[in-house]
């Protein structure tokens, strides 16, 4: 991947707070009596959600996956006794058995998620448990925008390919993928109504995440009148409250599989 379309961690943590919260949820509700050993996180990003995993756990042995250069140098950088991988997820071999897989707010950048809990299954040992985020990015309005925008006349061509890009089920499919394979199955959704300073911070949280693709298809006239075009729709559906502040209802599906 090379650098102009890579991953930016300072972007993407501006917003940390909000987008850390769902692995402190996910890893506090992880029933086990038990010390893990190896622990993967699955798309760690620049390492906050690991650090959530050894907050808990801070005896265990860390691992973090993630394809992008810059997410894998910040997370070095910030926490350097973890070990650190740079690797596609869906590819990634290793003989270490994990009583943990751990993933937030990744796997809908994979696709695949049949196969994708089948191999997650098999890197679990037999105590292993798999815990999963992905937010609901479709069925939020700050979504549903962007997907409008990008079916316009103007750049329809060009940003038709990025509706398939995310991969995103509903808790049908992984309630039956993990009943498949997994003795006790959670699954749950929360709305995170995260408060916002304007309508253009829901532009600025989604340009490090459900945006980028768009912009970095769309050349710099684009994609500005792109990201204009955009926060016009989130002022239809995020008006501002009394006080100045805006409410952003972020859904998240989360899943569980105890082995
Ligand atoms: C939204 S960030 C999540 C970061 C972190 N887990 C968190 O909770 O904030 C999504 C991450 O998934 C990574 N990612 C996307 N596709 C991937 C793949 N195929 N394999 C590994 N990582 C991937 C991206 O590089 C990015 O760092």
């Known amino acids: 991947m090379d650098n102009k379309n890579d991953w930016k961690p300072e972007l993407y943590l501006l917003y940390k707070n909000e987008r850390t919260q769902p692995s402190i949820d996910l890893v506090n509700r992880i029933n086990i009596d038990y010390n893990p ?112 925008v990008a079916r316009l006349n103007r750049w329809k061509e060009k940003t038709e390919a990025l509706e398939n890009l995310m991969t995103i089920h509903n808790a049908d499919f992984y309630y039956d993928q993990l009943s498949a394979l997994f003795i006790k199955v959670e699954i749950w959704r929360t709305d995170y109504y995260h408060i916002l300073d304007s309508q253009e911070s829901i532009v600025e949280m989604l340009r490090s995440t459900g945006l980028k693709p768009y912009l970095e298809t769309l050349d710099e006239p684009d994609g500005l009148l792109f990201e204009e075009k955009v926060l016009d729709e989130i002022k239809r559906f995020y008006p501002l409250q009394s006080n100045g502040k805006v409410l952003f209802p972020f859904q998240r599906l989360f899943f569980i599989g105890y082995k």
């Not at 869906?90 to 009583?99: H, I, K, P």
């Not at 049949?114 to 999963?132: E, N, P, Q």
Request: proline share 4%.
């Open 37 to 148: 050993e190896n622990i993967i996180d699955v798309g760690c990003g620049p390492g906050n959600s690991t650090m959530i995993l050894a907050g808990r756990w801070p005896f265990s042995n860390f691992i973090g996956v993630d394809k992008s250069a810059s997410m894998i140098e910040k997370a070095r950088k910030d926490y350097p006794d973890k070990k650190w991988i740079a690797a596609d997820a869906a590819e990634y071999e290793t003989e270490t058995e994990f009583d943990i897989v751990f993933s937030n707010a990744a796997i809908q950048w994979m696709p695949g998620h049949d196969k994708l809990i089948k191999k997650f299954y098999s890197m679990l040992s037999g105590r292993g448990v798999l815990a999963v985020q992905i937010p609901l990015f479709w069925n939020m309005h700050a979504g549903r925008a962007i997907k409008s």
